[in-house]
């Protein structure tokens, strides 16, 4: 299994609802990430799980908060989001943080706030 | 502060010529380099790296040039083929402690038959 695998596909969420992005790897990596991608931009860097301890947070707004629990699976639970938050919501996972041989990335969860 | 830059957000190239996107980055920290590949709707897929201590990787079609006096790195793809249409990310990163990558805006390759 040589994929990152991110759910939902789509997902349209009201200000006030509470839902969460998941995914998972069975690559054995032991670094995962969450990136936020808007369009016509890079990728942002939200979040690094390292030996799912949270390595960095680049200054994410406490409405998404990140859980890693176990070494497969990481998610991001979003509560009280803004139409601003709607973005493509990228998962990755490296052997291990900052791996040069790249990232694996899933194909991401297309996040719509209304 | 965009550590790295692509300029040009579009690049159209004729099948079998040489496509050439580059990249250009501000922080001389950056240990290594990568290029991603992405088509719509899917999560970028890795394509190749280079080393900060080379100037020139190559993996089957395509080959990363990297001028560190420059600070500048170039992904060619030769020959170009219709599958290669995509957007194309350059990405930097460093070793030991906190590493992350930073990626530029990236480039929309269209390759025409």
């Known amino acids: 299994d040589t994929e990152v695998t991110q759910t939902p596909k789509h997902l349209v969420m009201g200000m006030t609802n509470k839902k969460s992005l998941k995914c998972e790897q069975h690559?054995?990596?032991?670094?995962m990430y969450w990136y936020k991608q808007k369009a016509k931009k890079p990728p942002e860097l939200m979040f690094v799980?390292?030996?799912?301890?949270?390595?960095i947070n680049e200054s994410v707004p406490s409405r998404f908060s990140p859980e890693c629990p176990n070494s497969s699976l990481l998610n991001l639970h979003l509560h009280a989001l803004q139409p601003e938050d709607s973005a493509l919501y990228l998962c990755?996972?490296?052997?291990?943080?900052?791996?040069?041989?790249?990232?694996?990335f899933g194909s991401g969860t297309r996040l719509t706030v209304v | 502060d965009q550590q790295v830059k692509q300029n040009s957000p579009s690049l159209s190239v004729q099948e079998g010529r040489i496509s050439i996107l580059n990249c250009d980055y501000t922080?001389?920290?950056?240990?290594?380099f990568l290029w991603y590949k992405k088509y719509p709707a899917e999560g970028p897929t890795f394509l190749i790296s280079?080393?900060?201590?080379?100037d020139k990787n190559e993996d089957g079609r395509f080959t990363v040039f990297l001028n560190k006096s420059a600070k500048h790195l170039s992904l060619h793809i030769v020959p170009s083929q219709p599958g290669d249409s995509a957007v194309y990310f350059c990405?930097?990163?460093?070793?030991?402690?906190?590493?992350?990558?930073?990626f530029g805006k990236g480039t929309k390759l269209t390759v025409n038959p």
């Open positions: 280079i080393s900060s201590i080379k």
């Open positions: 690559m054995g990596h032991r670094a």
């Open positions: 922080n001389s920290m950056f240990d290594y």
């Open positions: 990405a930097g990163g460093t070793q030991g402690g906190s590493e992350k990558l930073v």
């Open positions: 799980y390292s030996y799912e301890k949270l390595s």
């Open positions: 990755a996972s490296s052997p291990r943080q900052g791996d040069r041989y790249g990232y694996t």
